[in-house]
Nanobody
């Protein structure tokens, strides 16, 4: 069974940096869009950033200039470099991707299990 596996969350002081990584396990034929979302208790999950297979990116206004999304297509991995972190960035961060699994006939939407990012003031 294919899963999106995330890593890189943790606790950091305000102004610090973290780098999140996400890659699918299992046999993948192709990956389309990849992205990161975040969620805090009591609020809806929100888009942080996403990147197309061609490298086009889109960011939430709240993270522009501080976060950078990138992908390594050879490793099927998406990264989120988070700099100048603020306490307001504290959330569970989820990886999301459109995956074409070997043996399937189309792209399907997958989510990671989430990784906690906590920014202390």
């Amino acid at each position: 069974q294919v899963q999106l596996v995330e890593s890189g969350g943790g606790l950091v002081q305000a102004g610090g940096s973290l780098r999140l990584s996400c890659a699918p396990s299992g046999s993948i034929f192709r990956i389309n869009r990849m992205g990161w979302y975040r969620q805090v208790p009591g609020k809806q999950r929100e888009l942080v950033a996403h990147i197309t297979s061609g490298g086009s990116t889109n960011y939430a206004d709240s993270v522009k200039g501080r976060f950078t999304i990138s992908r390594d297509n050879d490793k099927n991995t998406v990264y989120l470099q988070m700099n100048s972190l603020k306490p307001g960035d504290t959330a569970v961060y989820y990886c999301n991707a459109d995956l074409w699994i070997i043996g399937s006939s189309r792209y399907m939407d997958y989510w990671g299990q989430g990784t906690q990012v906590t920014v202390s003031s």
